[in-house]
């Protein structure tokens, strides 16, 4: 079975950290761009980062600029986002997204699999 499985959310205080996973199982990632998205309650659903098959290009929303690092190691078949000084507007629940030969020219794109999601809680 194909699919893409996040982990590594969970409920953190105002500037803390999280590191998400997204692992590919039943495929190989490396033709694939992975797209990390979140949707946050009463909003529809908003890529934030996104990098290329070979890694060599990265694209963040501006919101996340700064404070968001994506990465991949193809041979863990993962790719992660590093998420620092968090703040409660990041709270959502945060989907991976892979699209074959892509290149991260835009955060919008029409993926070819979806996780499920891990829920990010921002509060003190």
């Known amino acids: 079975q194909l699919q893409l499985v996040e982990s590594g959310g969970g409920l953190v205080q105002p500037g803390g950290s999280l590191r998400l996973s997204c692992a590919a199982s039943?495929?190989?990632?490396?033709?694939?761009?992975i797209g990390w998205f979140r949707q946050a309650p009463g909003k529809q659903r908003e890529g934030v980062a996104c990098?290329?098959?070979?890694?060599?290009?990265?694209r963040y929303a501006d919101s996340v600029k700064g404070r968001f690092t994506i990465s991949r190691d193809n041979v863990k078949n993962t790719v992660y986002l590093q998420i620092n000084r968090l703040r409660p507007v990041d709270t959502a629940i945060y989907y991976c997204?892979?699209?074959?030969?892509?290149?991260?020219?835009?955060?919008?794109?029409?993926?070819?699999?979806w996780g499920q999601g891990t829920q990010v809680t921002i509060s003190s």
């Open positions: 039943g495929f190989t990632l490396d033709y694939y761009a």
């Open positions: 997204a892979a699209l074959g030969h892509y290149s991260c020219s835009s955060l919008s794109f029409p993926p070819d699999y």
């Open positions: 990098i290329s098959s070979s890694g060599g290009v990265t």
